[in-house]
């Protein structure tokens, strides 16, 4: 329902109450097809090229290709990039049958932009699509054709809470590691996380993080969510009409990214070589909030920690520090005696988190994860597991080290936020509370109830009790590095951590602490009711793990 309404009366008066009344009969875009409205009437060929100083419009008199529009409210200037790129166009209509498309034998099909809901339009369109995905034609969609070619792989779409428009949108490309400057204008979206495994990202908003373009890894298929066709508008993203072809055997493919065999593999691949590096650069441009200072300061000397959580950058009460928690595990830092402890800790943990999914069919979100070295031990073992650490760096890692499992997701901050409401099963955060002020703590229990479904479970491990004294960590690390094979690194390592930057950061900021009836109470005033579980997650038995479940009211 629109809520404003912009109106021009030269006499400078108005009629509310009018302009009310006729904004309240605007429809709702739910469900909505409008593509009727705007698709041509009856097929007709294309050969106009772009504009160019001094002699205008050109023609497309020599065509090496041929494509085939089908026209959802198409827009004549990506008709004329495609006539540049050497194409002859043919635009049907959007109702036009799979069999009448292949019986043209085009090179190409072009999904185009267009108006409405694309569930609705999908109803007739959807099926034309897959006919010609199966027959591997080497597909491209933009806007409406993007949507329209998600929902023929099996996704879903849906309708954001704002809509993108005008031109100076940023936009992560996975495909060349470079954020474009893009124009855009849909207000509904694809869902990610309704990909199948043969549909992969190749490029993301860095204003909301939904989702912008897609590739098929097993034929030759993609699709961008914005318009390089734009104009008026940037050009950043005018490369992929450049050549839209099959596979010549030369490397070119469609829409001048290279395929494998005629299939779409190559744009997939060449998303997932450069994601690691994209995403840096991404995150890199999310804003880190800044968080309030700590309320349960408790300094102490040094106590070894035993695994890389998620610190939050913080400052002391009244102090400033070159480093935050967040720089210090955003570098190369020495919390691990060896590599064969981090190992060991990862399956550990790894386990420990695993013992409470409660079925594969789990939605996972491992909050603060580090590297996460268990990541594939637990992929297997729920339907979708989302990473979250704040620390760019560490996220790189994730990214690159998980790139190949269709289920795991590496999440930004922003990207946690956009998880639709009571849509996960379980969120696990583990060695992560001992680095967060209570506010911070606060805040984020309110974001674990909104993302919980009713009857999902939140479980917080390895909680440092008040009574628990560094002696008490030091002796855990010892006893687990003399049965895990590491006894000489642990000695090693703890007077290593003695002269650490950690113990400097330790001294500053203090470290949280929580008894039993803390949590309780914490976890009671967001709405949550916990247990102690029976076993910590992790070697240090003197720590604690909570499961906690949201309150529900009943009916």
């Given amino acids: 329902m629109p809520n404003a309404v912009i109106a021009h009366a030269p006499d400078g008066k108005f009629d509310v109450e009018a302009l009310k009344k006729r904004a309240a009969g605007i429809p709702s875009m739910d469900g909505l097809d409008l593509v009727p409205g705007v698709t041509a009437a009856q097929r007709y060929d294309w050969d106009e090229t772009t504009w160019t100083l001094g002699s ?47 019986a043209m034998k085009p090179d190409g099909v072009f999904l185009s932009n267009g108006p409405g809901d694309p569930a609705a339009t999908g109803e007739y369109s959807v099926p034309t699509i897959r006919k010609l995905l199966d027959a591997k034609v080497p597909t491209f969609g933009i806007c409406l054709g993007h949507q329209m070619m998600a929902l023929a792989v099996g996704a879903k779409t849906k309708k954001m809470h704002q809509g993108h428009h005008g031109a100076n949108h940023p936009v992560m490309d996975y ?27 190749t490029h993301r908003s860095l204003f909301d993080g939904s989702n912008c373009g897609i590739a098929l890894d097993d034929r030759p298929a993609f699709s961008v969510q914005h318009h390089p066709e734009a104009s008026p508008g940037p050009q950043d993203s005018a490369l992929p009409v450049h050549a839209f072809r099959r ?10 990214f290279p395929f494998s065999c005629g299939a779409g593999e190559g744009v997939a691949q060449n998303a997932r070589r450069m994601r690691r590096r994209a995403e840096t650069r991404m995150i890199q441009a999310v804003a ?27 400052h002391g009460r009244g102090e400033k520090s070159l480093m935050t928690w967040r720089d210090f595990f955003d570098r190369d830092h020495a919390l691990y005696v060896s590599e064969r402890h981090k190992l060991l800790h990862a399956d550990l943990v790894a386990k420990g988190v695993a013992a409470h999914i409660p079925d ?69 955060i583990v060695s992560v509370l001992q680095y967060v002020a209570e506010a911070e ?23 440092i009790p008040k009574d628990v004294s560094p002696i008490d960590d ?33 001294e500053q900021y203090g470290l949280s602490f929580y008894d039993e009836a803390d949590m309780r109470e914490t976890l009671a005033d967001h709405d949550f009711t916990c247990e102690r579980a029976a076993q910590n997650i992790g070697h240090n038995q003197k720590r604690m793990t909570f499961v906690a479940r949201k309150v529900v009211e009943a009916e």
Avoid: W
């Avoid at 470079?178 to 204008?185: C, L, Q, R, T, Y």
């Avoid at 729920?382 to 269709?406: G, M």
């Fill in 56 to 102: 205008g419009y050109g023609r497309q008199t020599a065509p090496t290709r041929k494509v085939v529009a089908l026209d959802f409210g198409v827009k004549r200037n990506i008709l004329r990039l495609l006539a540049d790129a050497g194409c002859a166009v043919t635009v049907v209509p959007a109702t036009t049958s799979a069999e009448d498309i292949l």
């Fill in 288 to 314: 880190t909030p800044s968080f309030p200072d700590r309320s349960r300061q408790q300094p102490t000397s040094c106590r070894p920690a035993l695994r890389t959580g998620h610190p939050l950058p913080f």
């Fill in 474 to 506: 030091a002796r855990a690390l010892l006893q687990f590095g003399l049965h895990g094979g590491f006894l000489t690194a642990a000695i090693i390592g703890l007077a290593r951590t003695a002269l650490s930057d950690y113990r400097t950061l330790r």
């Fill in 247 to 256: 596979d010549d055997g030369q490397g070119e493919g469609v829409m001048g």
């Fill in 360 to 428: 594969t069919r789990a939605q996972v979100l491992d909050y603060g994860c580090g590297e996460a070295l268990g990541a594939a031990y637990l992929a297997e073992r729920c339907a979708r597991l989302y990473l979250f650490d704040t620390a760019p760096s560490v996220r790189a890692k994730l990214i690159a080290a998980n790139v190949n499992r269709a289920n795991v997701a590496v999440l930004d901050e922003a990207a946690v936020a956009a998880i639709p409401d009571a849509s996960l099963d379980m969120i696990v």
């Fill in 441 to 463: 703590f606060s805040r984020m229990l309110g974001t674990f109830h909104d993302k919980l479904k009713d009857d999902g479970r939140l479980v917080l491990a390895d909680i």
């Fill in 175 to 201: 495909t060349t590691g470079k954020v474009e400057i893009v124009s855009m204008n849909h207000g509904f979206a694809v869902d990610v996380d309704t990909l199948p495994k043969n549909a992969k990202e």
